[in-house]
């Protein structure tokens, strides 16, 4: 039998839910759920139910679960980089939190479920929020290098090619490129993307160093390596409708 807890995500009205389970012993037949906080979606399931039964009772709740979310969007709609606002990374919904004082530096951290800012200052509510913009997008593309070079190794060998050297940029509306000399540029943007879909992104540009067209040859390239191509750029197009650029 598998772990009795997991995590998920479903798409639902072209909208990624996470989703958290805890099976147990004691639930017997049916299963319940709720949001909690972090618009995470809480399942409470029976320990012999399968991660297939699970999402196909959320999808057959679509329309609650839906529903659900945007009025807990409007209910929480907290201005970006302040206290309380939600923020994705690689796909999970987090919570960004700040504290102030003169005793600590500047800083950023990811615990749980939160990004923890730290401004020693007092500034005016705009200074803040440019602050914590500030702290959590330098700690962002510093990790942003380290997991693409990671994810553009595993899929240039499983592709057979190989890539001249990476670049994290801000592209704009453009997610990745390849150049003609085979320089990978990524969006850092894509930390915010659950990690199928930046895997997507890695193994698209990496197949441009084959062909550096979208002809059929391309796509049956990258298929091989990834058969659900399709469905992770389904995936891509859901998120850049979420995405300000």
Wanted: glycine share 4%; proline share 4%.
């Amino acid at each position: 039998m598998a772990d009795a807890s997991f995590t998920g995500t479903v798409v639902i009205d072209g909208e990624p839910t996470f989703y958290s389970v805890c099976r147990s012993k004691k639930r017997k037949r049916t299963i319940a759920f709720k949001f909690v906080r972090g618009n995470t979606l809480r399942v409470l399931a029976p320990f012999r139910a399968s991660q297939g039964v699970i999402e196909s009772i959320l999808y057959r709740r679509a329309d609650w679960i839906s529903r659900e979310r945007s009025r807990r969007m409007t209910d929480s709609g907290k201005a970006p980089y302040t206290d309380g606002a939600a923020f994705s990374y690689l796909g999970f919904p987090c919570t960004v939190r700040i504290t102030q004082g003169a005793l600590a530096p500047r800083s950023c951290a990811l615990l749980p479920r939160r990004f923890v800012v730290h401004v020693p200052e007092e500034l005016s509510p705009d200074g803040l929020r440019d602050e914590v913009r500030l702290e959590l997008l330098l700690w962002i593309k510093k990790r942003a290098r380290t997991k693409f070079k990671a994810r553009l190794d595993f899929w240039a060998q499983r592709l057979g090619v190989s890539y001249k050297k990476m670049i994290v940029a801000n592209q704009g509306a453009r997610w990745g490129s390849c150049s003609a000399d085979d320089v990978i540029r990524l969006n850092w943007k894509l930390m915010m993307a659950p990690l199928r879909v930046v895997d997507y992104v890695v193994a698209h540009e990496l197949s441009h160093v084959r062909h550096k067209n979208h002809s059929v040859r391309f796509w049956s390239f990258l298929a091989r390596a990834m058969p659900d191509c399709e469905l992770r750029r389904s995936e891509l197009r859901t998120l850049e409708r979420r995405v300000d650029f």
